[in-house]
C-alpha cells in the first residue's frame, strides 16, 4: 500500500513538473504570434518569471530526489534557452575599449515632474538635467520629457551641441542630444495617442547611423489597475471582475504595441541596407519575453543580453518591476558594460546605458 502511495505522489510530482515545463516553454513561444492576431496569448510573456522560477526549484528538486526525473526541467531550460538569457543575462565582465560610444536611454518622466515648478531658469539646478550633464554619455535618448517647444531651453550645448526635440501634441515628447552631428530627423506617429517614435541619421566617424528613439505603447494602467496587479500576483482575495479588466486593457495595449513594433520592424530592415549602423532604444513597455522583444531582436542585438547581468529591471514603480528600457544595436557593432542605474531614483524608471564599438570588418 506504501509503496502503491509513493508511486502515486511521484507520478502527481511529475505531472505538475511537465506542466510547468510545458507552461515555460508556452511562454516563450508566444512571443512568435504577433498580439494583434493572436491577443488570447498576448500576455504569456508577463508569467514568464513565475514558471522559470518554478522551474529552477522543480530541477533542483529532482536532483536531488530522483535525478533521472530532472530531464523533464532540463528539457525546459534548454528549449527556453534564448529568452532565459534574454531575460536574466549573466556574462564576463568586460570593459569597454577607448573611444567607445557611450549611449544612454531614459525615461524622464518629464524631468522628475520638474513640469509642476515652471521656471526653466532654474532648469539646471534640476537632478534629471544634472545627471544627464554628468554621465558622459555621447548620445543620450530621452522619453517622456518636458513640454516645450524649443530644444535649446535644454541649455546643454555647452556638452551637446547637438539636440532634436519632437513636438507631437498629446503624444510622448522625444529628444537626443549628441556629441555628433544630426543630419536629419523624422518623427514617426502611430494611431494611438500618447505613443511615437523619432528617427535620426548621425554623422560619427564618417558613417551614417540611424538612431531610432521610441515610446511604445503603454498599459497605461492607474492605481487601482497596479493594486489589482499587485494582488495577483500574491494572490489576495482577487476580483475576478476587476482582474478581468485588467487583463483585457493589458490584451489592447499589447495588440497595439504589435502593431507599432511591426512598423519598426520594416523601418529597421530598410535602414540596414542603406546606413552604416542602426541603433533601437528607449522605452518599448515590454518585456524581454515578448514579441517586441522577440521581432526586433531578429534584426538588431539587445546590448543588455550581450553584456549585462543579472535582470535589470528598469522600472520599479508600484511594486513592479520589469526591464521595460531597451538598446538594440546592429551587427557590426559590439556592445560592452550594459547597465541599468539603479542609483538615480528621480523618475518611475531607471537609467540604461551601454557602450558601442564598431567591429572590426574582416
Known amino acids: 500500500m506504501l509503496l502503491r502511495i509513493g508511486k502515486l505522489i511521484y507520478y502527481i510530482l511529475v505531472f505538475i513538473s511537465a506542466m510547468m515545463s510545458l507552461g515555460m516553454i508556452v511562454c516563450v513561444f508566444s512571443t512568435h504570434f504577433s498580439p494583434a492576431k493572436y491577443t488570447i496569448i498576448s500576455s504569456w510573456g508577463l508569467v514568464f518569471p513565475f514558471f522559470l522560477a518554478i522551474n529552477i526549484v522543480s530541477l533542483i528538486f529532482w536532483l536531488v530526489v530522483k535525478w533521472r526525473t530532472a ?86 550645448d555647452d556638452i551637446y551641441p547637438y539636440g532634436y526635440l519632437t513636438v507631437v501634441p498629446a503624444r510622448s515628447r522625444l529628444a537626443i542630444f549628441s556629441k555628433y552631428p544630426i543630419i536629419d530627423a523624422e518623427i514617426i506617429t502611430y494611431p494611438t495617442v500618447t505613443n511615437c517614435s523619432a528617427i535620426y541619421h548621425l554623422l560619427i566617424e564618417g558613417d551614417t547611423i540611424t538612431v531610432i528613439n521610441n515610446h511604445l505603447e503603454s498599459y497605461k494602467l492607474k492605481n487601482d489597475d497596479k493594486e489589482n496587479y499587485n494582488e495577483m500576483i500574491n494572490e489576495k482575495d482577487v476580483n475576478k471582475e476587476n482582474s478581468k479588466k485588467l487583463l483585457n486593457k493589458i490584451s489592447f495595449a499589447d495588440s497595439l504595441r504589435a502593431l507599432q513594433t511591426d512598423v519598426l520592424y520594416d523601418l529597421v530592415e530598410k535602414e540596414l541596407r542603406c546606413r552604416d549602423g542602426v541603433i533601437v532604444c528607449g522605452d518599448f513597455n515590454d518585456s524581454p519575453v515578448s514579441y517586441v522583444h522577440y521581432r526586433l531582436t531578429r534584426l538588431l542585438n539587445d546590448a543588455y543580453t550581450q553584456s549585462g547581468n543579472g535582470i535589470g529591471f528598469s522600472y520599479y514603480h508600484n511594486k513592479m518591476y520589469f526591464r521595460i528600457d531597451h538598446i538594440l544595436v546592429s551587427n557590426n557593432y559590439e556592445a560592452y558594460e550594459a547597465r541599468v542605474d539603479k542609483s538615480f531614483k528621480e523618475s518611475d524608471h531607471y537609467p540604461i546605458y551601454t557602450y558601442i564599438k564598431k567591429r572590426k570588418s574582416r
Open 71 to 156: 530531464w523533464i526541467p532540463l528539457l525546459a531550460f534548454v528549449c527556453c534557452w534564448g529568452s532565459i538569457r534574454a531575460y536574466i543575462p549573466f556574462n564576463i565582465p568586460q570593459k569597454a575599449p577607448e573611444k567607445s560610444i557611450k549611449l544612454l536611454s531614459f525615461n524622464t518622466q518629464t524631468f522628475g515632474k520638474w513640469f509642476g515648478r515652471r521656471n526653466m531658469k532654474k532648469f539646471n539646478e534640476n537632478a534629471v538635467n544634472q545627471y544627464i550633464r554628468n554621465s558622459g554619455a555621447d548620445i543620450v535618448c530621452l522619453q517622456e520629457i518636458l513640454w516645450i517647444d524649443d530644444i535649446n531651453q535644454y541649455k546643454m
